[in-house]
């Protein structure tokens, strides 16, 4: 018996959230975003009325302007965004104990055990939760239905808004072979050029395609591509509530100006490293490694990365970390437009390292003085707020970093 996965994706999900307040603006242009006149002025979400002028998301405000000139922009609000997603996720686990979250505004529901209680087929049920979700939270979704995770999301975007589609065994050919390759999860513009270079460029194509030649191109996700395409997928809708493993942690910022002197790298690296240390200790966990993302005025990046003499969670010995590859892999002076630093290769206790031939060759343990002090500043933070205490060379800094917190 084929199992009845659902997948609910929330339609234009931070416009619609903003629209909530203003309904008065729901017929014309509306767009969330930064203030256009800085350098963080990208598109965050645009609603349906913003969608026919072609505005997308990610592009600058100022692109969005010049083919929309009548845009209105809207602040984003994440605290309203994370309030909603809640509610939409406490909605769907009305039907199932399995809702797996796919970001803020997308979920996956197994209801192969639950759907009899609720409703004769899995496109009843999906139209009753959309219902719900309307009448209870103002907000619409879409809502993809078949027998596993792949082909119900491809169904979620099949038709927008406020639809749901079906993708079965027996329709799966008319639905799903003759869409773009790329309107499958797990292919971006990268992948797509290089299934386009073997002459793939829908996924019935790829359904069809030889698993040992696209494993020569893309290794083993060459072999899991070919079976998502071919409807294949069996992996499981995980409990909500299951814990979700935490692979890195990250921070990063675009400069109100450009760091450039030695002093500017360092007053930029420690702040971001400041907040990934702090939600390292609040989290249990430890960085063995340390990446970098550099980006320049042209908007071309570079990512480093170096693995640590030993784990930790000190924003001191990430931020020496951080400097270091940046120092090695960047022309001293040339300017630095935005940076990335994330905590890589996490653990949550002690790792086995080898002892040097000599004792000067040994590493170094944590400055226990060091280690008292950066957790003394969580626990003040916690109690009077996140600027409550801070580095020195924050104050009276003209990068724009007062209290941008920007969180991967």
């Not at 509306?30 to 009325?49: C, M, P, T, W, Y």
């Not at 400055?367 to 916690?382: F, I, V």
Request: charged content about 25%.
């Amino acid at each position: 018996m084929d199992r009845v996965i659902l997948h609910c994706d929330c339609n234009s999900f931070f416009a619609s959230v903003e629209l909530l307040a203003h309904p008065e603006l729901r017929e014309v242009p509306v767009a969330v975003g930064h203030d256009g006149n800085s350098r963080h002025g990208i598109i965050l979400a645009k609603n349906e009325a913003a969608k026919k002028f072609g505005i997308v998301t990610a592009e600058t405000v100022w692109q969005a302007r010049r083919k929309c000139p009548a845009l209105i922009l809207l602040p984003p609000h994440h605290d309203r965004y994370r309030e909603y997603s809640k509610k939409l996720n406490e909605i769907y686990g009305r039907y199932t104990d399995l809702v797996e979250p796919f970001g803020i505004d997308e979920s996956w529901l197994d209801v192969t055990g639950s759907l009899h209680l609720f409703a004769q087929s899995g496109a009843e049920l999906a139209d009753v939760i959309r219902a719900t979700v309307k009448k209870e939270l103002g907000l619409t979704i879409s809502v993809g239905v078949s027998y596993n995770k792949i082909y119900a999301k491809l169904g979620s975007d099949y038709k927008k808004p406020d639809a749901t589609t079906v993708i079965t065994r027996e329709n799966c050919r008319e639905i799903v072979y003759p869409l773009r390759a790329t309107a499958m999860i797990f292919v971006g513009r990268a992948a797509e050029q290089q299934l386009r270079s073997m002459g793939i460029c829908t996924l019935g194509e790829l359904a069809s395609a030889d698993e040992a030649r696209l494993t020569q191109v893309f290794g083993k996700m060459g072999q899991q591509l070919r079976r998502y395409a071919a409807g294949e997928d069996e992996s499981p809708v995980a409990p909500q509530h299951e814990p979700e493993q935490v692979k890195s942690i990250g921070n990063g910022i675009t400069f109100k100006r450009d760091l450039v002197t030695p002093a500017d790298l360092r007053t930029g690296t420690g702040y971001l490293a400041d907040e990934v240390a702090a939600r390292l200790r609040a989290k249990g966990l430890k960085c063995t490694a340390v990446q970098v993302m550099i980006k320049d005025t042209a908007l071309k990046s570079i990512s480093r990365q170096k693995t640590l003499p030993r784990e930790t969670d000190l924003a001191s010995e990430i931020t020496e970390a951080a400097v270091q590859l940046v120092r090695a892999n960047w022309p001293a002076g040339k300017p630095i437009r935005a940076l990335t630093v994330t905590a890589e290769r996490l653990v949550t206790g002690p790792v086995p390292c080898q002892m040097g031939l000599f004792a000067e060759q040994e590493t170094a343990p944590p400055d226990p003085r060091r280690e008292k002090l950066e957790r003394t500043m969580d626990a003040l933070r916690q109690r009077y707020g996140q600027t409550a205490v801070a580095a020195g060379s924050l104050l009276g800094n003209d990068l724009g970093l007062e209290d941008f917190h920007k969180k991967d």
